[in-house]
């Protein structure tokens, strides 16, 4: 059972622990080497994301094992962002029961968007698996293609 609710500044330590180890982790589904997208594992970039919207913490009794961000687009979208669990809560089915929570945060929107890295097949074949629908590509320089997912949820 896994309870989802909003991260405080006090989380900020732990959510980048738990975030570089979940992106870290990434290099046994074919990440060119460790690491992940800036401030990953920074507790300073965490305590900013929760000051500035929607940064929710995933928990499993009481054991912080994940996070992520959400955040309104101007088109009236949520972009769903940094999502990460700890390697060994992977596969277990949270990040289809995290995925129910985001699309249900905004009633009002209708669309709710997420990006994957193109080398990561794990994620595009579980959002794809969620009903998203790769909508496009971002080149965000030196050969990093991020692919673009959207599912209608309004």
């Not at 790769?134 to 959207?150: A, H, M, N, P, S």
């Amino acid at each position: 059972m896994i309870v989802i609710e909003p991260a405080e500044e006090s989380d900020a330590e732990a959510l980048a622990e738990v975030s570089r180890r979940a992106f870290e982790h990434d290099v046994n589904y074919g990440a060119p080497g460790p690491g992940g997208p800036p401030g990953y594992d920074s507790p300073d970039w965490q305590r900013k994301m929760i000051r500035s919207g929607r940064f929710f913490k995933v928990l499993e009794q009481d054991r912080l094992v994940g996070g992520f961000v959400l955040s309104r687009l101007p088109d009236g979208s949520v972009q769903l962002g940094r999502a990460f669990l700890e390697p060994e809560y992977q596969n277990r089915g949270i990040g289809a029961e995290l995925l129910r929570f985001a699309e249900g945060v905004f009633p009002e929107t209708e669309h709710l968007v997420v990006d994957t890295p193109s080398w990561n097949l794990r994620n595009q074949h579980f959002y794809e698996q969620g009903g998203y629908v790769k909508i496009g590509e971002i080149d965000v320089g030196e050969g990093f293609i991020l692919f673009q997912y959207e599912k209608k949820v309004g």
